[in-house]
């Protein structure tokens, strides 16, 4: 969506700190032991405590609040019974819907692992993920934001999905833009305009470009087992910088 008002920045502010405080509960829960779905219930709690909605079940029927994705498991993971174990790579990403509003952000928690390589991946995601927001300006191509995460991912000796992507959102979970790359497409066409409501997100693999659904028809895998470590926010496109609105104000 474009922001037509001060109603609606505001509104948006609200969606995005209801999602951004959900995820900090949720990361803050992971322990041994616990179950993903045990993570999900603590989402739900928070969404109706704020009256809001997940979006991924308002919108698509998904078979859970947030979407958890372990290890190999890389998006769209469905909370179970599966227990969090030391060592894990953990994906929550959380979306919700408030009054019409939508807001997403996502989050890679890298449980009690001392690998430094996948350190080092979670790292490397964080700062593609604030370079590629810092390319969404009034005017700029939406490609750059893809360049961006790319240039940094491969400095680091990684790679990114190409078949998992930022979006526009705001008035509905997805809109347009369709898709905000995680690398560089010369043929994309297209440019972030004034108030555009977008959620850049990084998808930085160990290996794979691609991940693909593992039969439950969800949840999304590399098949070589790469491991992938996503950050995603929401925000407004302004001319004096980007309004994040799933960021965690305290």
Known sequence: MTIRNQFDIEALRKIGHIVAETLELMKEAIEEGIMTRDLDAIAEASFRRYGAVSAPKKVYGFPGHTCISVNEAVAHGIPGKRKIRAGDLINLDVSAELDGYFADTGFTVAFANGDKRIEKLCACSQRALREGIAEAKPGAKLNLVGRAIEREAERNGFATLRNLTGHGTGGALHEYPDHIYNYYEPRQKGA???????????????????AEEDGDGWTLTTL??????????????????????????R
């Open 192 to 210: 972030f305009a004034e108030g555009m409501v977008v959620a850049i997100e990084t998808f930085v693999s160990t290996g794979a470009d691609s």
């Open 224 to 249: 070589d087992g790469s491991l992938v470590a996503q950050y995603e926010h929401s925000l407004i496109v302004t001319g004096d910088g980007p309004i994040i609105l799933t960021q965690v104000m």
